[in-house]
């Protein structure tokens, strides 16, 4: 008999562990743990869905005929750490052998490497298949490079994988579709609502758990709409597929209050857990623009997502860590204000966002790098704090995903290696892409004075802080020459705005 362990983003039929099964004999193990549901204090709706859905996951397997060992997070002799639960299911169920599949957090992967000694049987951690890039790609393609540039990886990608090819060629005669997709939302586009999935009886079941063990977390659980199984998230993908893709380039980097969501997806929670894999995700879209259901910007643009960035991040985590997490280029030193956790500001931007962050446990990409990530890095918010916030509040927030999306994308704390410049911007472009200035106390238009865009004085403070820094980086040339023609003593009122600003934080 083997004990074949299951983790909470491992909910895949296919998953390694649980290949070459002997029902008859074997045993899964999942295991509800305290310590992952509180290494930061994740929003409600996020524990929910991965306890609901481990849940779904199980009986699914039950029903195949599957023995599974489930154990409830409030069950008595839950020891409350995976190997605690890894150990007693060993003790009492004397298994030859433990096989897992590799989890997505290198910490968990080094707890993993020692149970084999502290267990004293044979522990066989199997590589997870459910990414298009397998890890050794990844790395051999990243050897000799001094830069790690999504976009070469991507175009790899699509040679590799033939998505949105023809012959050698790409699709439509372009690698990327991108310069059409930075429009702000059209006044004649009304996004459709987002399919609900009403929480059945195990959801409420969890929710009612977690609202008693997590309720005091930032974020609330009333909302909770996320597919929990495999069969959910595939109408999710439907749903994005026919009312969603075709609109998803035009407004793929738009803001607007009152539409959370717009044409994005909602389906990183589904991936992350393994409820749907990247293949057929990506061939969905494919087949829709083969269809002509949806134009080539749009497609191109979603495929990018997943089959570029979610692959090429996770490959930067692996290869990169754990020096990674310690990196901080701009060294930012400064707290989280207490505006990230639903404390009052006059920002409409970020209250908006952080608004519909602790209502849903989400946020699109724009809102994520250009407000909240663009504020933490001209703030010189610490990454080590600004990184807990991304994990704590998003739901679909898995170390191998979060950490180089805001370490190395949003704060440059890699000094470069993921981004060639910081996401760095003024008011202006938020007034560009949404509709927040104009709800706002505060003058977008404004670089000094009573009323002026924190995000314009913040901005040139960052570029002349870090100028020496950014000397040589033909992506900054343009922004340190706009410095430079300056009049000196509006540089110097913009920083002394800013350092009043960041005083009060
Ligand atoms: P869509 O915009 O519709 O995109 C489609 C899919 O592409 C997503 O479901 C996702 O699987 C993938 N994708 C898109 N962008 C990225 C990206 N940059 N990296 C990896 N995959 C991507 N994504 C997470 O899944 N988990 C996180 O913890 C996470 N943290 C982030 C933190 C910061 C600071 C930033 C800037 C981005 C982060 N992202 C994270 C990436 C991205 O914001 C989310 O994947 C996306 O917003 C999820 O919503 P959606 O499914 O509607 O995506
Ligand atoms: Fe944000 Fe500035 Fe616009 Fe206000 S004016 S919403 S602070 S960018």
Redesign the pocket.
Same mark, same amino acid.
């Given at each position: 008999m083997r004990l074949r362990l299951v983790l909470g983003d491992q909910l895949s039929r296919t998953i390694p562990a649980l290949e070459d099964m002997d029902r008859a004999q074997d045993v899964v193990l999942m295991a509800e743990v305290a310590e992952e549901c509180a290494y930061v204090p994740h929003h409600p709706q996020k524990i929910a869905l991965v306890l609901s859905a481990m849940r779904h996951f199980a009986r699914a397997l039950e029903a195949r005929h599957v023995r599974v060992r489930y154990i409830r997070l409030d069950d008595p002799s839950n020891s409350g750490s995976l190997a605690g639960e890894v150990a007693r299911a060993v003790a009492e169920l004397r298994p030859a052998a433990v096989i897992a599949t590799e989890p997505g957090e290198w910490r968990l992967l080094q707890a993993m490497k020692g149970w084999e000694k502290a267990l004293g049987l044979p522990v066989e951690i199997r590589a997870d298949t459910r990414f298009l890039c397998p890890r050794p790609w990844f790395r051999h393609w990243a050897e000799g490079r001094r830069q790690l540039r999504m976009e070469f990886f991507y175009r790899e990608m699509r040679r590799r994988s033939g998505y949105l090819m023809e012959g050698e060629e790409p699709a439509g005669g372009r690698w990327n579709f991108d310069a059409e997709n930075r429009k702000p939302l059209a006044a004649d586009l009304k996004p459709p609502a987002a399919p609900r999935f009403a929480p059945d009886a195990i959801t409420r079941e969890v929710m009612a758990l977690v609202a008693e063990r997590y309720g005091g977390n930032f974020g609330s659980l009333e909302g909770f709409n996320w597919p929990v199984t495999a069969r959910d998230a595939q109408k999710a993908l439907d749903h994005f597929i026919t009312d969603r893709l075709p609109h998803?380039g035009d407004a793929?980097d738009a803001m607007a209050e009152g539409e959370p969501?717009l044409f994005? +997806?909602?389906?990183?929670t589904s991936?992350?857990l393994g409820l749907l894999l990247p293949g057929p995700v990506c061939e969905a879209a494919e087949a829709a623009w083969k269809r002509g259901r949806a134009p080539l910007n749009a497609v191109e643009g979603?495929i990018r997502?997943?089959l570029g960035?979610?692959e090429y *991040?996770r490959g930067l985590y692996w290869l990169k860590m754990p020096e990674y997490r310690e990196l901080n280029a701009l060294q930012a030193e400064r707290p989280l204000p207490w505006f990230y956790w639903g404390g009052e500001t006059s920002m409409n931007c970020i209250r908006q966002v952080v608004g519909q962050t602790r209502d849903l446990a &989400? +946020?699109?990409?724009i809102q994520?790098?250009m407000v909240?990530?663009n504020f933490a890095l001209l703030a010189g918010i610490a990454p080590a704090a600004i990184n807990e916030w &991304?994990?704590a509040v &998003?739901a679909? +927030?898995?170390e191998w *995903?979060?950490l180089p999306?805001?370490h190395g994308? +949003?704060i440059w704390a890699d000094g470069g290696l993921m981004a060639s410049k910081p996401y760095a911007a003024s008011g202006a472009y938020i007034n560009r892409m949404s509709d927040y200035c104009a709800g706002c106390e505060h003058d977008v238009k404004a670089q000094t004075g009573q009323g002026a865009c924190p995000f314009n004085y913040l901005y040139w403070d960052f570029v002349a802080r870090h100028a020496a820094a950014f000397e040589g980086n033909p992506r900054m040339a343009m922004p340190l020459a706009t410095m430079r023609r300056m009049a000196p003593e509006k540089l110097a009122a913009m920083r002394r705005e800013a350092t009043r600003f960041l005083a009060g934080l």
């Open positions: 998803f793929q969501t994005h +997806a909602l389906l990183s991936l992350n979603f997502q997943i960035w979610r *991040v &989400y +946020a699109h990409h994520r790098l909240t990530g &991304y994990m &998003y679909d +927030a898995f *995903v979060e999306n805001t994308m +949003a």
